[in-house]
């Protein structure tokens, strides 16, 4: 069993004794994957609103060790209203990287359960039985009759794993233009460096480390300073090795198996784009309802990505053409 995260540890001993319960429990799981800062967040809350999904959140995140205990015990509410009354207190309303709304119910990356840095962790051979264990509480405690959603970005250049461990996986791939995926990454890695969020102080020890250790924070703020910043480029980089992941190893799924949709597409065409993905996973739903989460903005890119646009749209040109994206 992991570690647990921020502020509400709890022995595993609270949880062991009742993990017998789980040795039944099944679960189907469907994946929301794309680059990191390309929409899988709003995405996740939006599929997680038709109420045909369990969902990996705060709260299941936060109280790991403690899951089964609340529920047998009929401590969840509890926890939740406990949970909420920290992020008041600390003034955490959104997640600080971004405008959504955080609560112990807020859809989260399972990530966060599956290595010491609580953070950047994809799955492998080792964390396997932590996520598979976390799936069955989740379904243990949420209902079993619903599939599993899940969504953490960094299994993007992932899913022929994850396709081997759990053959029935379905995934769904959300696409968005390169530019501002780099230009929303690096702005979100520097809120991460500068502020106390609600991930450096309940959920990450990571993103508290980054705050909190003077050498940490220095070296994160030094590698994202203006005006050329080097962790620009490790970003490029890294999310130009997942894309070419992607589009070479696509093919090894069946068509049965996966959907692509663009976030721009998202935000643009939501109900043609919500009813795209609703029939791929066979679910009656009125993409009307979906409208309401979109909510348009202007988008600027950070100056440094403007100032090496040549060179980021050049690491994602085939990104790009396979998914039209021809101005960015």
Not at 212 to 230: F, T
Not at 249 to 263: I, K
């Amino acid at each position: 069993m992991p570690a647990q995260t921020g502020l509400f540890r709890a022995p595993d001993a609270v949880d062991n004794r009742y993990l017998d319960r789980l040795r039944d429990v099944s679960f189907q799981p469907v994946f929301i994957l794309g680059l990191h800062r390309s929409g899988t967040s709003i995405l996740y809350k939006m599929l997680e609103s038709t109420g045909r999904f369990n969902s990996v959140t705060a709260y299941h995140i936060a109280f790991y060790n403690q899951l089964l205990r609340n529920h047998i015990e009929g401590r969840e509410e509890a926890a939740k209203r406990e949970f909420n009354k920290v992020l008041r207190q600390k003034n955490h309303r959104d997640r600080g990287i971004d405008r959504l709304k955080m609560s112990a119910d807020l859809p989260l990356e399972y990530a966060f359960l599956l290595g010491k840095n609580y953070l950047f962790n994809q799955l492998n051979e080792r964390n396997f039985a932590v996520f598979e264990e976390m799936c069955k509480k989740i379904q243990f405690i949420e209902g079993r009759s619903k599939r599993l959603l899940l969504k953490n970005p960094w299994d993007f250049s992932n899913f022929l794993f994850i396709k081997q461990k759990l053959p029935s996986a379905k995934f769904v791939f959300i696409h968005r233009r390169p530019l501002h995926v780099i230009s929303s990454s690096l702005r979100a890695l520097r809120v991460l460096v500068n502020q106390r969020t609600v991930y450096s102080e309940m959920v990450s020890p990571l993103a508290r480390e980054a705050v909190n250790n003077p050498a940490l924070s220095a070296l994160g703020k030094l590698l994202l300073s203006p005006p050329v910043p080097p962790g620009l480029f490790l970003v490029v980089e890294q999310r130009a090795r997942d894309a070419c992941y992607f589009l070479r190893n696509l093919r090894h799924l069946s068509s049965q198996d996966y959907v692509n949709v663009r976030y721009e597409d998202l935000c643009s065409a939501t109900e043609r784009t919500m009813d795209k993905i609703l029939n791929f996973l066979a679910i009656e739903e009125n993409p009307e309802q979906f409208n309401a989460f979109i909510n348009p903005r202007g988008l600027s890119l950070c100056p440094e990505v403007k100032r090496f646009q040549g060179y980021i749209q050049r690491r994602f040109r085939e990104y790009r053409t396979r998914f039209a994206y021809w101005d960015s």
